[in-house]
């Protein structure tokens, strides 16, 4: 609409509308993701353990195949995704070009997963990595049931109102404190876009202690740097104003020299030579 000044204010705008808030998710600390892991039926265990420290969607976990994991390299490849449609599961290709990613997993998910792969997985290329207990394709619903989700939180002591979808969120969270620059993160995430990159920059009071724990180090370091050249100039120079001290100590009576010996004439010397005979004689 162009501003005509006709109406000073527009009367259509509501208050706090122009503005998009996105609520703050649950975060689960390492211990709690383990817990939880820990009460999943063992089928399951690592499908929380990958999920958490992979930063993969359900949908990305769900379409995983033999051939996407590479246990040599500690790395996963998002090709597809499983997607739920009214009538049937679906898979397609990920949500987005940035979706499509390879992701390299930390040693416990690494771990995990070989475990898990040399259990319930086939060896064909093919074979999913994570199913239900008859080989199906995961669905969310049955997934819940089956593992018995609301009490496993609970056991686990997972914090209020936890979503599978907050493992992902947990994930990029630990990313994020390492410090991780922004472009890191939206790769590992699979995301185009800066926006849900930054999200997971915002500061927290864990990683706000360990930003200051390493400034400490830093301050203490450089402190001891400095002070040491001062400390060997002050030494330095006090062993200079020293030293014509202890030479005024030493020479404040001039040592007398030694007498000189008389010039010889010729008739010196011991009695026993042969001119002090021959002078005796005459």
Request: hydrophobic share 40%.
């Amino acid at each position: 609409m162009k501003e005509d000044e006709l109406i000073r204010q527009n009367p259509c705008r509501i208050p706090g509308y122009d503005r998009y808030h996105t609520p703050e998710r649950p975060v689960a600390t390492v211990a709690q993701v383990l817990a939880l892991a820990k009460r999943m039926p063992p089928r399951f265990s690592a499908l929380v353990i990958v999920a958490a420290f992979s930063g993969l969607r359900w949908g990305e976990l769900a379409a995983l195949r033999r051939s996407d994991v590479d246990l040599t390299a500690g790395t996963v490849r998002v090709p597809r995704k499983l997607a739920a449609l009214r009538s049937r599961m679906e898979f397609g290709p990920p949500k987005s070009v940035a979706s499509n990613r390879t992701v390299t997993l930390p040693s416990a998910a690494r771990t995990a997963l070989a475990e898990h792969l040399a259990e319930y997985v086939g060896e064909e290329p093919e074979a999913l990595v994570f199913t239900g207990d008859k080989g199906a394709v995961l669905r969310s619903g049955n997934f819940r049931r089956a593992v018995g989700w609301a009490a496993a939180l609970r056991a686990a002591g997972m914090p209020e109102g936890f979503h599978f979808h907050d493992l992902r969120h947990t994930g990029n969270n630990l990313a994020a404190a390492t410090g991780a620059s922004t472009r890191d993160l939206m790769h590992r995430m699979g995301h185009a876009s800066m926006r849900a990159a930054l999200i997971y920059q915002h500061a927290n009071s864990e990683r706000d202690r360990e930003i200051a724990d390493a400034m400490d180090r830093r301050i203490v370091k450089q402190a001891k740097r400095a002070a040491a050249p001062a400390k060997a100039s002050k030494t330095k120079g006090k062993a200079t104003k020293e030293q014509p001290a202890a030479r005024k100590a030493t020479n404040g009576t001039k040592p007398k020299r030694p007498a000189r010996e008389p010039a010889s004439d010729g008739t010196g010397g011991a009695t026993g030579t042969p001119m002090a005979r021959k002078i005796k004689k005459g």
